[in-house]
């Protein structure tokens, strides 16, 4: 699930709860963020590597807005992802912990506290439901948030010039 920030968050609030959080979100979007280190072994050497790498986030693919997302238990908000029609993980928000008001919460305080608090338009992304997969060039990935859409992606090389 990814979040549009609302408003602008004032730059002196250090803590939040998720009700405050909730105030901030503009919606509530499927979608999955990518990464795209060159370092093939990252997801191999672990969490510590993975962090490290300043280049890792490589892009967000967004869906369509969650409707009545307030209303919604954080167990509805499920997921699978299929590569190349093979289903590789699965899960819900139910599973972050404070569900994804509390990582939102999280990220307000987080970013509050290096002097950036966070900006009206803003995407963040609040956990990965199905886990994370390696996918190679030429495979297809598909995110399928059930009766909320889906996210259907290819891979491939990248090019720069």
Known sequence: MVVRVAKDAPADKLDWTPDEAAEFVDAFVIGCEFAGSPLSTINVL??????????????????????GWRRRSPESLACRTLINGVEVGQGSAG????????????????????????????????GQLSGIHEIRPGEEAVVDFGPLGEVRCTATIAVTS
């Not at 280049?55 to 693919?61: F, Q, S």
């Not at 972050?96 to 963040?124: N, Q, T, Y």
């Open 46 to 67: 672990g969490p510590r590597v993975v962090v490290s790498d300043f280049g890792n986030n490589a892009g967000l693919v967004l869906g369509p807005e969650i409707e």
């Open 95 to 126: 599973s972050l912990e404070g569900g994804p008001l509390g990582c939102l919460a999280w990220m307000l305080a987080h970013a509050a506290r290096r002097g950036r608090p966070l900006k009206a338009g803003s995407l963040i992304t609040t």
